[in-house]
């Protein structure tokens, strides 16, 4: 009934700070079921991604695990769970090592213990952020939003980006059917 609450759980965290964290809970397959799942972006030597896990229903978190590429500026991390336990991570990355900007996933398969190299789900160009703002004068940020379909397992994104005309931002969506 939401009361009473327990006393809050601490994740460790590398970095100066932990920043926009998002949470995701594992409900349907054996490898994720009742895994909690926290992403953040960690500001320090590395502007990375990170993400921790809790097996014991949030009583206690791992150590993070790094999950974007080393050396590179990335932003906005969000986890979701698929039909089949599997966890995805969507995140933004500027450019630098790993290539273009844009759009980076990863997947795990085994409850969060490993994960694929990311991939990129989308090359684009950041919207008023960094490199300038909307029209009016209005700050974007380009973090992505991911979701997975129950039925199938697609997997759908959808972020803002600079289309390089008109105002300096965009919404595109993309999709993954495998």
């Known amino acids: 009934?939401?009361?009473?609450?327990?006393?809050?759980?601490?994740?460790?965290?590398?970095?100066?700070?932990?920043?926009?964290?998002?949470?995701?809970v594992g409900t349907s397959n054996a490898s994720s079921k009742g895994n909690i799942y926290v992403t953040y972006t960690a500001f320090g030597l590395d502007v990375?991604?990170?993400?921790?896990?809790s097996t014991d229903g949030g009583l206690t978190f791992s150590v993070p695990v790094q999950?974007?590429?080393?050396?590179?500026?990335?932003?906005?991390p969000e986890p979701v769970i698929g039909?089949?336990?599997?966890?995805?991570?969507?995140?933004?990355?500027?450019?630098g090592p790993g290539g273009p900007g844009g759009v980076r996933v990863t997947k795990s398969m085994d409850?969060?213990?490993?994960?694929?190299?990311p991939v990129v789900a989308a090359a684009a160009v950041p919207p008023g952020f960094t490199t300038s703002t909307m029209f009016g004068g209005f700050?974007?940020?380009?973090?992505?939003?991911?979701?997975?379909?129950?039925?199938?397992?697609?997997?759908?994104?959808?972020?803002?980006a600079n289309a390089r005309f008109g105002d300096s931002g965009d919404i595109f969506f993309v999709r993954s059917t495998d």
């Open 67 to 76: 999950i974007s590429t080393p050396m590179s500026v990335n932003v906005g």
């Open 139 to 160: 700050r974007v940020n380009p973090f992505p939003r991911i979701d997975v379909n129950p039925i199938n397992g697609q997997v759908y994104i959808v972020y803002a």
């Open 83 to 95: 039909p089949n336990g599997e966890l995805y991570i969507a995140w933004w990355q500027y450019e």
């Open 48 to 53: 990375s991604i990170n993400v921790a896990r």
């Open 111 to 117: 409850g969060g213990l490993t994960f694929t190299p």
């Open 1 to 24: 009934g939401g009361t009473p609450f327990v006393q809050p759980v601490y994740v460790p965290q590398p970095g100066s700070f932990a920043d926009k964290p998002f949470i995701a």
